[in-house]
């Protein structure tokens, strides 16, 4: 009778239970912590190639050509000088990323696009291996 009573209290026994609750814890916690870390550093990636993209397209307004008219003299941007002044300014500065596309809409501003991939700064399943990025930058030239 001694045993059943023994067996009845080794049942009743909590001790140890919260172990796995903790690691399971703990396991969620580093998920966490490498996703936010991740999604941190694409955040930042982002705000990076948007930033390149609008001083491609501010180099890209300064490639205008001076239109003389009579007594007039004004500023006309062209495909070519924006395409140009872009592609320096991203080679000089970023070796990952790339000139998609550098033109005028309306021979006064200079729209750029510009893309890059981004991978993750630490292994974790829950985020994808590699990202494509693209910015946009637009900037009108100073001079009319």
Known sequence: MILPARLRALARDDDGSILPLILGYALLAIAVVLTCVCATDLHIAQKRLDSLA??????????FVLQIDGESVRAELTDGGVHEQADAVISAVAQDAQLVSASTPDGVSARVTVTAAWHPPLLSPFVPD???LEAIGTSRTALR
């Open 130 to 132: 590699g990202v494509r």
């Open 54 to 63: 609008d001083a491609a397209a501010l180099a890209g307004s300064d490639g």
